[in-house]
């Protein structure tokens, strides 16, 4: 993973208006973190904070592994944390089957 790869992300699926209002889970189990660092999770955290495609009310899931996916994961949502703005809700899980059960609880579009 690089933050070119986000870049790509956030352009093609946070950027795009027939995505507004989906809920998120974002699975980083088989992406190589090993060379992503954390004044690159401080960008994409910035420039998801500029969004304006991704509506407060839907959840964000991350499905991670303990390591570095994890310590980048709660990073991230410290960062976003600390942005003006309202952004949607942000949770990390083990399984695939918990981020599940927690997004089908929300509101998706109205």
């Known amino acids: 993973m690089a933050s070119s790869d986000f870049d790509y992300y956030m352009a093609e699926v946070w950027s795009h208006s027939d995505y507004f209002g989906f809920n998120e889970l974002f699975y980083t ?3 190589n973190w090993s ?3 954390f004044n690159q999770v401080l ?3 910035a420039k998801s904070a500029r ?3 991704l509506k407060p009310s839907s959840k964000f899931a991350f499905v991670v592994s303990i390591g570095i996916q994890e310590e ?3 990073f991230y949502t410290a960062a976003k944390s600390l942005k003006q703005g309202q952004f949607r809700e942000i949770r990390l899980f ?3 089957i918990e981020a599940m ?3 089908q ?3 998706l579009i109205e």
């Open 51 to 53: 969004l304006i495609r």
């Open 29 to 31: 189990g088989e992406g």
């Open 94 to 96: 083990t399984t695939e």
């Open 43 to 45: 960008d994409v955290a």
């Open 101 to 103: 059960d927690w997004l």
């Open 35 to 37: 060379g992503f660092e």
């Open 105 to 107: 609880g929300a509101t």
């Open 72 to 74: 980048l994961c709660k």
